[in-house]
């Protein structure tokens, strides 16, 4: 199959000639041990998603390389506007972008196409889905689930369930440290006492621990008096 062309271009040109404009030194000081950055700003990437969303998105995700990361990132945004019908088919582009994530923010870019509205419709498929991503023995795949997770599922329904993977998930990766700590985080702003709860009786990793409570603590929303109390709960 001939490669994919948008603008009269390959999208490794279209990608090149947006590095242009973009920030490569500091993009890459963001990246630690990620090679093949460009440093593409984040909306010319998104607007480049929604003009081949609009064109022919199935001979793009046919012919797409990952090569540089940006690349990888714009996969993500493509599959993010798309709308489609069939739940199952739409999962299994997620799937396939999930498993060329490589880097924190490939993998935090990326939102289901109808965000929430699309999640409440398919509610307890999309959280099968992110179940057997949380289940993951690789990294970026676990972060997906837990940063997916607690973009959608920090909710009455979901709050337990959400607290119980959390202490199941075990990885030696500092993104699924760093997810883990941010969604106790969300999860105590929303749901304090539950979370509180949890934080006094868990399995989690001391630096998992100890990140969820300093993200506690500096959380606009969190009143004085917990933050206190939460400081006191530091693990030495």
Sequence with gaps: MS????????????????????NKKFTETLHPGIDHILGIRIPNLRKLAAQIA????????????????????LQGMVIEQLKMDDVEAYLSLVKRFVQVINSWSVCD????????????KNKERVWLFLEERMSSDKEYEIRFG???????????AY???ILQWMDRID???????????WALSTCYIKFPQQTLAYLRQNHLDVFTY???????VESFRVSPDDKEMIRGMKRK
Excluded at 112 to 117: E, L, P, T, V
Excluded at 210 to 216: E, G
């Design 3 to 22: 490669e994919y062309h948008i603008n009269g271009q390959t999208v490794k040109e279209n990608l090149l000639q947006l590095a242009n404009k973009g």
């Design 54 to 73: 609009k064109d022919d998105w199935q001979g793009y995700l046919q012919t797409t390389d990952t090569y540089y990361m940006e690349e990888r990132m």
């Design 109 to 120: 870019t990326f939102d289901f196409c109808g965000k929430q509205r699309f999640v409440n």
């Design 146 to 156: 837990v940063v997916m997770a607690m973009a959608h599922y920090i909710d009455e």
């Design 159 to 161: 709050i337990d369930r």
């Design 171 to 181: 990885h030696e990766g500092y993104y699924v440290k760093m997810a883990v700590a």
């Design 210 to 216: 100890n990140k969820a409570l300093q993200k506690i």
